[in-house]
C-alpha cells in the first residue's frame, strides 16, 4: 500500500522538516510514502476564505484519483488512539487499498468539495495545532502504526 501525504504549503521551520525527515525515512522499511506539497495561493489579500478554500480545493482535487483512499487530517474527524490507528492502516492494507492520501488543508481548512470527497476525516486531538506542526505529528504517527503492526519495541502501552 502506498501512502500519499498532501499538504497545502511547504514546511518552513526546519527543525520540522528534521523531523518529518526521520519519520519518512524509518517508514521506508514499511511502505512507500509520497509528500507532495501544493504551493500556497498567492495575492489571497483581495480572496475570502471562501474563495481561499475553493481555490485550494480545486489544486487538492486534482491530484487525487477515484481509487484513492482520502483522510482528511480535521478537527471534526475521528479521534483513534495509536493502536486504534496502526488497526485502521492495517485495515485498509487488508482490503487491497492502493493508496492512501492524507491531506492537511490550508489555514481555513476544507472547501465542501474537498469533504464530499474524503473517504474519512481524521483528528489527531481535541487540541488545534499549526498545519506545520500536524506534518510532523502524522509522519511519526504513521511510523508508530507500521511498529504497532509488525509488533517492534517503539510503541509502549
Do not use: C, W
Not at 475521528?78 to 493502536?83: A, C, G, I, V
Not at 476544507?110 to 486531538?125: E, I, P, Q
Amino acid at each position: 500500500m502506498k501512502i500519499t501525504f498532501l499538504t497545502v504549503g511547504k514546511t518552513e521551520d526546519a527543525y520540522l522538516k528534521e523531523g518529518i525527515e526521520k519519520y519518512v525515512k524509518r517508514l521506508k522499511h514499511y511502505t512507500k510514502l509520497v509528500i507532495f506539497e501544493i504551493d500556497e495561493l498567492k495575492n489571497t489579500k483581495a480572496l475570502t476564505q471562501e474563495q481561499q478554500k475553493v481555490k485550494e480545493a480545486e489544486l487538492i482535487l486534482k491530484k487525487i484519483t477515484p481509487t484513492d483512499h482520502v483522510i482528511l487530517l480535521d478537527e471534526k474527524g475521528m479521534e483513534l488512539s495509536s493502536q486504534q490507528f496502526a488497526a485502521y492502516i492495517d485495515k485498509k492494507a487488508i482490503a487491497s487499498v492502493a493508496n492512501l492520501v492524507f491531506i492537511v488543508g490550508g489555514p481555513y481548512g476544507f472547501d465542501t468539495s474537498v469533504y464530499a470527497r474524503a473517504n474519512d476525516k481524521l483528528s489527531l486531538s481535541a487540541m488545534t495545532f499549526s498545519h506545520q506542526m500536524v506534518r510532523l505529528f502524522i509522519t511519526e504517527q504513521l511510523y508508530r502504526a507500521y511498529t504497532i503492526i509488525k509488533g517492534e519495541p517503539y510503541h509502549h502501552q
